[in-house]
């Protein structure tokens, strides 16, 4: 997918992360803008493992629906060789880098949905919950497959992925973490966030998920405070965007 005119290139500088985490936080990010002059924009973020190429599956759709659309860079998803790459956080890092990108790409007075997947719609969650980020504003978003505890999640991944037990996985989890971003992984609930945001929410999640998992989404969505809605996507393994029906 790509519109007929070329993309407004640009770079941003991850200055608040770095302000939270410190200096090694800091990394400088670009990002694809697809602009319709139309005052509406939708930034598109895959999660966890994911790559620029899976956001352009929901593109055309809101292209069609006015909107233009924003696609960065992620922070731990870089391309191999290159020297500014730092891991991802699951969300943590990932909502002051979108703060960041908003203010570049000059988005504040418009209106600003995120459709975001896994790990980056926690961020979007978080940063809609932080009350120090209220200036880039966030007009709705759509979360696919969301986690409700990155303490949780990390175990079930890491018990799934190596057949450990919980304590040896929260021992090494929660001193790998500490270490290496500067933050208990205990302490990110997204269900939490989800009740502190006024910003509007489409959760969406398929009924076969395993990870994060179709109660997961439920959980969130029963958590938040803001306007709501949850589809699920019978028999799906995945969320949104498989068919023509939704």
């Known amino acids: 997918w790509a519109p007929q005119q070329p993309p407004r290139e640009g770079s941003f500088p991850t200055d608040s992360a770095a302000a939270w985490f410190g200096e090694g936080a800091k ?18 973020l895959h999660g966890f493992q994911g790559r620029e190429e899976a956001d352009l599956t929901a593109a055309p759709w809101w292209w069609e629906q006015g ?8 922070r731990g998803y870089l391309e191999p060789g290159e020297t500014n790459r730092t891991p991802a956080t699951f969300g943590v890092y990932e909502e002051f880098d979108l703060y960041d990108l908003i203010l570049a ?3 504040t007075e418009e209106t600003v949905l995120v459709h975001a997947k896994g790990s980056a719609a926690a ?14 504003g966030l007009d709705g978003i759509v979360a696919e497959s969301v986690y409700a ?8 991944l890491v018990k799934k992925l190596f057949r ?12 790998r973490i500490r270490s290496s971003v500067g933050f208990e ?11 502190n945001t ?20 439920q959980a969130v969505y029963d958590a938040c405070a803001a306007r709501k809605e949850l589809l699920t996507v019978p028999g799906s393994y995945r969320a949104l965007w498989l068919s023509e029906e939704y």
Do not use: H
């Open 123 to 136: 961020a979007a969650i978080l940063m809609a919950a932080n009350e120090s980020l209220a200036g880039a």
């Open 27 to 44: 990394l400088t990010l670009s990002y694809r803008f697809y602009d319709q002059g139309t005052g509406k924009t939708v930034i598109l």
């Open 67 to 74: 909107y233009g659309v924003l696609i960065p860079q992620q």
């Open 105 to 107: 790409a000059g988005l």
């Open 185 to 195: 992984p205990d302490s990110v609930d997204i269900r939490a966030a989800s009740a």
């Open 149 to 156: 505890q990155l303490g949780q999640m990390q175990r079930s």
């Open 198 to 217: 006024s910003c509007p929410i489409l959760f969406v999640c398929g009924s076969q998920e395993l990870l994060p998992g179709e109660a997961e989404s």
């Open 164 to 175: 450990l037990g919980d304590w040896f996985v929260g021992r090494f989890l929660r001193s």
